[in-house]
């Protein structure tokens, strides 16, 4: 694999809410997306930041990032909700591709979260998968009635962050390099009209205020 010097966790994160500024002001620079860049990559992929986010068609992340091949490695599931698949996704961009960040992406108007809601007030269940895909959005569901709280944001943020302290309880690697400061792993929420992603949590670059209306 090509030695190439990755940026550190912060500078990485810095290049990914740049990229979205250009993206929400309409000025992108739409980098690394040429025939050289196709070449340069060819033997060799780097990603400096791992995207885990919702399959939501409206968050497609090299877009809304403003970046191009072999930026980002991206997994992508409905609701962001994981399973082992999804850990081993991660942990491959973190300990074997090297990437020094982890980006959880969560967003308005969810589909996943807005069935989830319906399901707990209702008891209602859906049918094949989908059922799957609901109980593991249930827990933050449940976590933010029980605080009392109702607005969509408050539900987002919430499975947001339940989905960043799930992978670094169940991803031993993950946790290491976190610790190690190695990697850091942040949880955004992107919105539909605007296009911006706001910082939710953070875990490795402490000094970063969250954004916890977002």
């Known amino acids: ?15 990914l809410l740049a990229g979205n500024q250009r993206f929400v ?10 025939a050289a860049r196709r070449t340069e990559v060819a033997p060799a992929q780097n990603p400096f930041a791992v995207l885990f986010g919702c399959s939501d068609s409206r968050l497609a992340a090299e877009i809304i990032f403003d ?31 090297g990437a020094p960040l982890v980006v959880v992406l969560g967003h308005d108007a969810c589909g ?3 069935a989830t809601r319906a399901a707990v007030q209702d008891g209602t269940t859906a049918s094949g998968y989908v059922r799957d895909v609901i109980e593991r959005v249930t827990p933050s569901v449940l976590a933010v ?14 499975h947001i962050r339940h989905t960043v302290d799930l992978l670094l309880d169940r991803s031993r690697a993950l946790a290491e390099a976190v610790e190690a400061g190695r990697a850091a792993v942040v949880g955004l929420s992107y919105r539909l009209a605007d296009g911006t992603a706001h910082l939710v949590t953070v875990r490795g670059l402490e000094d970063v205020p969250a954004d916890v209306a977002s």
């Open 145 to 158: 009635r029980a605080a009392g709280r109702t607005e969509e944001q408050d539900f987002i943020a919430e």
């Open 1 to 15: 694999m090509t030695d190439v010097k990755m940026p550190t966790p912060r500078d990485a994160f810095e290049m």
């Open 67 to 97: 970046r191009g091949l072999g930026d980002l490695f991206v997994v992508r599931t409905a609701g962001h909700v994981m399973g082992p698949e999804v850990l081993g996704s991660i942990e491959y961009g973190v300990s074997v591709l």
């Open 112 to 114: 996943a979260v807005a």
């Open 25 to 34: 002001t309409g000025v992108p620079e739409h980098p690394n997306q040429d």
